[in-house]
C-alpha cells in the first residue's frame, strides 16, 4: 500500500492536468462567469434597494412635510372659520343690540303718546265734570253750603257706574 508505482502516478498526474485544462477551457469560464454574473446580479439588486430606500427616504421626508404643510393650511382654516364666526357673532350681537334699541324706543314713544293721550283724556274728563258739577250749581243757586252739598252728590253719583245726577 505505501508502495511507490512512478508509471501510475506519471498516468495519474497525466489525466489529472489533461482533466484539468478539459475543466479549465471548458467548465471554469462559464462556472466563473455564472458566478461574476451572479455577483453582478446581486450587487445591482443591492445598488437598486439602496437607490430604492433614498428615494423612499425622500417620499417619506417629502411627505411628512406635505403633512406638515396640510396641518398648517388646516390650523389656517380653524382659525380663519373661528375669525368668520366672531365677526358674524359681533355682527349678530350689533345688530340684535341696534334691533332692540329700536324696539326700546318705539315702547318707549308709544308709551309716551299713550301717556299723553290718557292725559288728554283725563283733562276732557275734569272738563266734562267741571262743567257738569258748574250747571248743577246754576240751576240750583242758593248758598255755599247748598253748592258744596250739590257737588259732593255729584261726585258720590260720578263714582258709582251708572248712576247720573
Known sequence: MFDLNFGLFVWTSI?????LGILWKFAWGPILGAVEAREKGIQGTLDRAAEE???????LAQHKEQMAEARKQVQEMVAGAREAGERIRSEIEAKAREEGDRLLERARSEIEREKEQAVETLRRECVELALSAASKLLQRRLDAEADRKIVEDYLSAVRRPGAEA
Open 15 to 19: 489525466v489529472f492536468l489533461a482533466l
Open 53 to 59: 430606500r433614498a428615494e423612499a427616504a425622500r417620499l
